[in-house]
């Protein structure tokens, strides 16, 4: 039995990289494949295009959700439940039933965006401390770096066989790793329960349905029309109310009042500006590439080759992963995040200043590579160490939900300023809208290496830090602080 104990532990940050690897593939799926998807289901683009925007609403509004049910006893079985739902809509999707069933299919895939959450809470209190550290880095850039491997992997096989081949590949990987979570997933039966705050999944449900979707189609409709705007701000007085209610109520979906810690709040303002810089960045640089080279710039490259140029991202994504946790044993936490903002910086600036050849691509996107995987490696410690143990899956799923909304925003502000530099009755953009994108690209790391600094002054995430400079993370901590005897409700990883 200890034998079996051991082999299971020993599997399991493997096999939780693994799943964060494999539901990051099986996310990126509809991104290469919508002209495709276009022209086998004769629809149009933007309604094709639904097959990537319906998996990010699905993901945005779950992940909350399996972040609060990951907090307690059930975490295996809602884990396992969702690898479930993941396989269901990767066989449905895949079979030739037709668009709607689609859509239904990449919807039901959605869900695996919060099963990331899910793994670094299992990582946190199944792993020893030192180990966990290192898988909680690497856990983190897995979605980003999954991308990149995703895109050229479903490029070249819906190249060769087509798009139903690329979605049978995602079958195939969901149902690998549904079978190695059966076997390693640790219980949590010990975990005390906590009520799921359903009034609070409908009122977040609303706005950020409402806010991705304007987004999503703020291009086609117009940013500054009714509806845009409407949605918008709509969507933005909802998301006030749901703050309002979770700081009410007494058990929340999210506990907001843990932004009173500097250090969730500045990771959470930072994974926000950094998702909007590094998509913008990808969006520029997949439509630099595939635009033909008689609009005066880019290569005219085919959906694979787009996708290779992506591979640079997830290699130096994954190495800078397992060098942050390093680092930030010899450096402030801060300065860490903030290098891997000005790396990112760096990688905006090569783009907007040099891209004569295709090989310069590959160079912006190795950087930006590292400039992401040091600040997403960072975010899980960074979290995990300034909240209390009971409130990982909610306050790491709250950061995966604004990576998100970043991630949406920058896509959407890529097509925005490259709609804004095209001529009337012309397809393409001027090359100037990628100059512009890429100084506002440059603004917005900006942005995020002053937002680093925000990070309370602490030598690294591995110890407690200096009573001045915590602040109580919930209610019970305040209250617990006035008695002599009194321990922050904390736990190191």
């Known amino acids: 039995m200890e034998s079996t104990a051991s082999r299971r532990q020993a599997l399991l940050a493997p096999a939780l990289i693994f799943t964060g690897m494999a539901l990051a593939v099986i996310s990126s799926l509809g991104a290469p494949l919508v002209p495709r998807i276009a022209d086998a289901y004769q629809v149009s ?40 739902v993941v396989l269901a809509g990767a066989v449905l999707a895949a079979l030739p039933l037709g668009f709607g069933f689609l859509i239904a299919g990449r919807a039901l895939q959605g869900v695996g965006a919060g099963l990331v959450s899910l793994a670094i809470t299992t990582a946190r209190d199944a792993l020893p401390r030192e180990r966990s550290r290192p898988a909680l880095a690497v856990l983190s850039i897995t979605t980003a770096a999954g991308v990149g491997l995703g895109y050229p992997l479903t490029g070249l096989i819906a190249q060769g066989s087509g798009i139903h081949a690329a979605f049978w590949f995602g079958a195939a990987v969901s149902a690998l790793t549904l079978a190695v979570a059966v076997l390693v997933l640790p219980s949590s039966a010990h975990l005390p329960r906590r009520p799921l705050d359903t009034t609070g999944v409908l009122l977040l449900a609303a706005p950020v349905t409402g806010l991705l979707l304007a987004l999503g189609e703020g291009g086609g409709w117009g940013w500054a029309s009714a509806r845009t705007l409407a949605l918008l701000g709509g ?246 602080r006035r008695g002599p005897a009194a321990v922050p409700a904390r736990r190191t990883p």
């Open 45 to 84: 683009v933007s309604d094709a295009q639904w097959s990537l925007t319906v998996t990010l609403l699905v993901g945005a509004v779950s992940t909350p959700v399996l972040g609060r049910l990951g907090d307690g006893p059930h975490r295996r079985a809602v884990t396992l439940a969702s690898m479930a």
């Open 235 to 480: 969507s933005l007085v909802l998301l006030a109310g749901w703050a309002v209610h979770e700081l009410r109520t007494e058990h929340p979906l999210v506990d907001l009042r843990l932004l009173r810690n500097r250090s969730v709040l500045a990771a959470d303002l930072v994974v926000l500006v950094a998702g909007v810089g590094m998509y913008l960045l990808m969006s520029m640089v997949t439509r630099f590439a595939q635009t033909p080279a008689a609009a005066g710039y880019g290569f005219g490259a085919s959906v694979a080759v787009t996708g290779l140029v992506l591979v640079p991202f997830s290699l130096a994504g994954v190495a800078a992963g397992k060098l942050a946790p390093r680092l930030t044993r010899r450096l402030p936490v801060r300065l860490v995040l903030g290098l891997g903002c000005g790396v990112s910086l760096m990688s905006m600036l090569s783009f907007g200043l040099v891209h004569g050849s295709l090989g310069y691509l590959f160079l912006a996107m190795g950087i930006s590579g590292l400039g992401i995987g040091t600040v997403l490696a960072v975010m899980p410690a960074l979290v995990v160490q300034a909240v209390p143990a009971h409130e990982t899956g909610s306050a790491i799923s709250f950061n995966q939900l604004l990576r998100c909304i970043g991630y949406a925003a920058g896509s959407a502000l890529s097509a925005a300023v490259l709609q804004a530099h095209t001529a009337p009755g012309r397809t393409l953009p001027s090359a100037d809208g990628y100059r512009t994108g890429a100084l506002l690209g440059c603004a917005v790391w900006v942005i995020a290496i002053v937002m680093a600094a925000l990070l309370p002054r602490r030598r690294n995430h591995d110890g407690p830090a200096p009573a001045a400079e915590e602040e109580p993370t919930t209610r019970e901590t305040t209250r617990d």
